[in-house]
């Protein structure tokens, strides 16, 4: 039976904490001093029940300016599960040097009333002028972090504008000797090789392809388990990183801004500019959608009712490609919604409401970006109709509402009738013979020959030629296809099979479609929008 006048046991926690990881391997650090001097606080407090539990929270190599500590939270999770009763550390700072932190952590300790000691520094946590007295050691510390970070940027700061190299990994081409660059030739070669070569083929895939069969890559970093001298070849992050690294010319970058470094250039800098261009154009190309195979002619012009730029994007859904624009996301605006249109449907009803004559700039009725863009000059998406801004005759901007009622579903908008029916649906068959049309087109214009063009799409020249001719449908057929308006009697095998004229109105005839006139007279809404054929 526990004596009247015995205090109840009181279940102590020591923390201790070091910002660096150096001397915490030692057989004694600075962890084990703050231990002891807790302990023996503990010890002078045993009559009052206090009693070190076996548990141990040390967190070496920690900054104080977060709670992201290992030990820390391991501490906060005990002390939620109701095992601890006091928290001692050294010292204030060794818990935390951010005052908005501790603040937060004194309102766990308190909802769980647990008490905080410091055993240098005395205080109460229960009463006003503890906490005040704590505040303010708290905004020291908290202080004296934030100068010591001050101090150690402008130092970066300073030495990095007079060239010198501040540590990290060392670039490729180089070695470090007592904090200097030094070029390493055979490393620099190859760096020029990567530079000569990306200036040739333009492409990172190929870059890549090149340098893997040259046998050229990076070096291991120390510690990986592999052969002493072992390379690996490089990511196509590593290469575009590589490619736009300044310090080749021999400059020091330091918050975006360059100094004359201290260490020798390795490319000349009209070599650096020219693959500095072609970057930017490869990504300007990667964004627009420039070399899909079934880009996207609006992206650059189009803008949702926010005004957030709309980009192409894509998915393939039992073998067809179904492409959308949809809304950049907004970093400042979150909360709003990513509005994804279908390009199909709204490519069609941009260019059958361009003024009379439009049209007729594009001779083949399959404009390509920069086409589109002598005509149109902005689109925005709005919520009951869609902006139309062109160039009028003698330049002048012209801006034309296209009424469109929208039906969402999940983050796409399609276009309905006013009924609310929705467009029929296409033939998923004829679709896949209008793909492989624009396939055919598409090796043709790259490879330059029918043979190999045939070759790589596994058919013979005959076929090749046949399936090619679904290519050059007139814009309203594809359309009419794409969203299953065509004909009842065409079918895959007349589709497929049928020996088609490169002139419109003979293919209209020949598949049973109605002349333009007789299609544009149908409409929009009532029999569904779709995608103008053959855009590039």
Known sequence: ??????????????????????????????????????????????GEGWHVIPETYDDGGYSGGNTARPSFQRLLQDIESGKIDIVLVYKVDRLTRNLSDFSKIMDVFDQKKVSFVSVTQAFNTTNSMGRLTLNMLLSFAQFEREIAGERVRDKIAASKARGIWMGGNVPFGYRLNKRRLYVSSEEAEQVRQIFDTYAEVKSMTQLRARLAASGIGRRRLPGLKTERGATTNFSATGLYHLLKNRIYLGEICHNGTSYPGQHDAIVEVEKFKLVARQLQDNKTRLVTGANTLFPSPLVGIIWDEHGRRMFSSNSTKQGKVHRYYTSQPDKDRRDLPVLRVSAEKLECLIFTHLPEGMAARWPDGSPDRMQIRTVVRRIVIETANILLTVFDTDQAEKTISIPARWLRRGDERQIVSKEGVQSPKPNHALVRLIVDGHIAKHHLAIYGSVADSAEMMGLNEQDFARVLQRGYLAPDITAAILDGRQPKDLTVERLAYCDLSAMWHEQRKSLGFQSPEEVLQIPLEACGIGMTGGLK
């Open 1 to 46: 039976m526990m004596n009247d006048f015995e205090a109840p046991a009181r279940r102590c926690a020591i923390y201790t904490r070091k910002s660096v990881e150096d001397g915490v391997t030692q057989e004694f650090n600075s962890l084990h001093a703050q231990h002891d001097a807790c302990s023996a606080y503990v010890t002078s407090q045993a």
